[in-house]
């Protein structure tokens, strides 16, 4: 499924706000990537934010969950360095009012003799 | 264990069930297509033989009856156990960071397997680790195999091991235990 579009300000809310929390979870240096598949991505209208879930909270408020692939870093320093940056991302974005809890999770671990090699 | 294997079992005993659901919708259209009565004198021919020496078997004993007994046990079993994985509570299983209020931090166990392999294979002598995490009980447990190379002391290859998973160990409150293994098997460091 490809990505959703890369401009924040298109689409519903639940897909702006999975857009804002993978750009700056990806701005982290301890990141590689967001981990993908169905169950791990915002959909809508066939385009699909990848390695972020954004559900509705019951209150109007919709809850977050981030789904890294980190380098092999300090795992809870670097989730809440992460968090840290989604919530300024989506105030950045005034979204803020939108937002409920923000989970991070760390789903698998890239080290960096794992990454593939950039084409010469 | 048990409640491990039982949810797997749940989900393929559903993909076959909806394979055979699409085996009778198959049927009922071929015999919308060729007509009820033709499609029912063909499914009658082709299957009462087979029942008729069954049902002879089974009424005359011997190996027939005690293999039906069998088969309708197992059944029985079976069913049983499809409807405890079906039905049984998933457990999350990240290890998730206390007293982060609302939200959560969580690692997933794979994750945390290989953050625990790396740290581990840092020490110095350890030529490959291998970890383990469980949840237990009595709170989640982490075991690291470091297997060291020769003229290495064991207790201060643990020593070290513990204290580089301490960043990982001490955060999600895991209990960290280190074995020493001396060359031999293991992974080997790349």
Redesign the interface.
């Known amino acids: 499924m490809p990505d959703a579009p890369t401009d924040a300000s298109e689409g519903s809310v639940r897909v702006r706000l999975a857009h804002v929390a993978r750009r700056a979870a990806l701005c982290d240096a301890g990141v590689v990537d967001l981990a993908g598949g169905p169950l791990r991505s915002t959909a809508q209208g066939g385009r699909a934010v990848e390695g972020v879930v954004v559900a509705a909270q019951g209150d109007g408020c919709h809850e977050l969950t981030v789904h890294l692939i980190?380098r092999?870093v300090?795992?809870?320093e670097l989730?809440?360095r992460v968090?840290a940056g989604v919530l300024a991302g989506v105030e950045a974005a005034g979204l803020m009012g939108e937002l409920?809890?923000?989970?991070?999770?760390?789903?698998?671990?890239l080290?960096d003799?794992q990454l593939p090699k950039p084409a010469a | 264990m048990i409640a491990l294997l039982l949810g797997p079992l749940a989900r393929v005993s559903a993909f076959v069930l909806l394979g055979l659901l699409a085996l009778v919708g198959l049927t009922v259209a071929v015999g919308a297509a060729v007509g009820p009565a033709t499609a029912a004198d063909l499914a009658q021919l082709a299957a009462r033989d087979a029942v008729d020496r069954f049902l002879d078997g089974l009424a005359g004993g011997g190996p027939a009856q005690q293999t039906t007994a069998l088969i309708a046990a197992g059944t029985v079993v079976l069913c049983l156990a499809v409807a405890i994985g079906a039905l049984s509570r998933r457990r999350s299983r990240?290890f998730l960071?206390p007293d982060e209020g609302?939200?959560?931090?969580?690692?997933?166990p794979?994750?945390?397997r290989?953050?625990a392999a790396?740290?581990a294979e840092g020490a110095r002598g350890v030529t490959g680790a291998r970890a383990r995490v469980r949840p237990r009980r009595r709170g989640p447990h982490l075991r690291v195999d470091a297997t060291h190379s020769a003229g290495v002391e064991p207790a201060a290859l643990r020593d070290d091991v513990t204290s580089r998973l301490a960043?990982?160990s001490e955060?999600?409150g895991l209990r960290a235990r280190v074995r020493p293994r001396a060359g031999g098997r293991g992974r080997r460091a790349?």
């Open positions: 980190a092999p300090a795992l809870a989730g809440r968090r409920g809890a923000v989970h991070v999770t760390v789903a698998g671990l080290a003799e | 990240s960071l609302d939200a959560t931090l969580g690692v997933r794979r994750a945390l290989a953050i790396h740290l960043s990982v955060p999600f790349a």
